[in-house]
């Protein structure tokens, strides 16, 4: 069983930062791809950042230059770092995770259970 633990959210100015972070615990043969997606009141849920297992980063034009991504992998976890936050930058942050379980033949995606982050004066 693979389990996916979110942290870090919370209520911050316009123009500050956070730091979330996700932990993927189980039994893992190999983390692929890492995500982190957000989803505000009443809009789709949309991808903010990528990066694969070599290090490689994608984020939304949204948050170029604001947030980074990267990833640990002797602690198989991702961060997300947010700066500069604006107030549509407000939305619940969910972790995604490509994974190879142990002893399976197949990757399959995981999720986090969701963090508020919310930018507000």
């Known amino acids: 069983q693979v389990q996916l633990v979110e942290s870090g959210g919370g209520l911050v100015q316009p123009g500050g930062s956070l730091r979330l972070s996700c932990a993927a615990s189980g039994s893992i043969f190999r983390i692929n791809t890492m995500a982190w997606h957000r989803q505000a009141p009443g809009k789709q849920r949309e991808l903010v950042a990528k990066i694969s297992s070599d290090s490689a980063t994608n984020y939304a034009d949204s948050v170029k230059g604001r947030f980074t991504i990267s990833r640990d992998n002797a602690k198989n976890t991702v961060y997300l770092q947010m700066n500069s936050l604006k107030p549509e930058d407000t939305a619940v942050y969910y972790c995604?995770?490509?994974?190879?379980?142990?002893?399976?033949?197949?990757?399959?995606?995981?999720w986090g259970q969701g963090t508020q982050v919310t930018v507000s004066s």
């Open positions: 995604n995770t490509n994974i190879r379980p142990s002893y399976h033949p197949f990757d399959y995606e995981y």
